[in-house]
């Protein structure tokens, strides 16, 4: 069992910066894959980006790729997302989510445990 909780959203102009974390419980986190999705309004649920277990590897959706990076600390069993160069499109609820070995870790039906997300605003 993993418990998830987000943190870190809010209000910002557009080219601002946010940084969220994802802070979990569960003596399992560090064996995890991480995904970072999130949902606009009248939008579906998008990936985002992904850790693997050892952070050694990482993964972005095109539309973040280069303005978004993921890290993660196992031995405070957080996942952070820093966002820079935020733009109005990026307004959303940002979730995380444990993506189990093996799993894909862009398909939301992957993963088996959610925060109950943050939100992000971003204004023009």
């Known amino acids: 069992q993993v418990h998830l909780v987000e943190s870190g959203g809010g209000l910002v102009q557009a080219g601002g910066s946010l940084r969220l974390s994802c802070a979990a419980s569960?003596?399992?986190?560090?064996?995890?894959?991480m995904g970072w999705f999130r949902q606009g309004p009248g939008k579906e649920r998008e990936f985002v980006s992904a850790?693997?277990?050892?952070?050694?590897?990482?993964y972005y959706a095109d539309s973040v790729k280069g303005r978004f990076t993921i890290s993660r600390d196992n031995a405070k069993n957080t996942v952070y997302l820093q966002m820079n160069s935020l733009k109005p499109e990026d307004t959303a609820v940002y979730l995380c989510?444990?993506?189990?070995?093996?799993?894909?870790?862009?398909?939301?039906?992957?993963?088996?445990?959610w925060g109950q997300g943050t939100q992000v605003t971003v204004s023009s």
């Open positions: 569960g003596r399992t986190f560090s064996s995890y894959t």
């Open positions: 850790i693997t277990w050892s952070g050694r590897r990482t």
């Open positions: 989510a444990t993506v189990p070995p093996g799993r894909s870790f862009t398909d939301e039906r992957s993963c088996d445990y």
